[in-house]
């Protein structure tokens, strides 16, 4: 069992930079990919971004690739989401995900934990 609790969003206008995190419980989070999605009010949940575990390899979506950066630290269990030009777009509540085994997922189904998520907003 993983527990996910991320923290970092806020209110920023366009331009801006935020760096939200996820903190994972549990002593296996370095066997975990982890993954962030967003969802904005009336739409569905949407892959933003992924680091797997056993390569480091990231992935994002095309509408955040140059502005947005995912990292984890594995001491520290805890991975990272640098948020830099950001747009009104953007604005949404930004989720943690964990996955195990390998591979990795842009869709919801597959992660098998999730944390309650974070609030970004950004204003133009």
């Known amino acids: 069992q993983v527990q996910l609790v991320e923290s970092g969003g806020g209110l920023v206008q366009a331009g801006g930079s935020l760096r939200l995190s996820c903190a994972a419980s549990g002593r296996t989070f370095s066997t975990y990919t982890m993954g962030w999605f967003r969802q904005a009010p009336g739409k569905e949940r949407e892959f933003v971004a992924a680091i797997t575990w056993y390569s480091g390899i990231t992935y994002y979506a095309d509408s955040v690739k140059g502005r947005f950066t995912i990292s984890r630290d594995n001491a520290k269990n805890t991975v990272y989401l640098q948020m830099n030009n950001l747009k009104p777009e953007d604005t949404a509540v930004y989720l943690c995900?964990?996955?195990?085994?390998?591979?990795?997922?842009?869709?919801?189904?597959?992660?098998?934990?999730w944390g309650q998520g974070t609030q970004v907003t950004v204003s133009s």
């Open positions: 995900a964990a996955r195990t085994g390998y591979g990795f997922s842009r869709s919801v189904v597959g992660y098998n934990y």
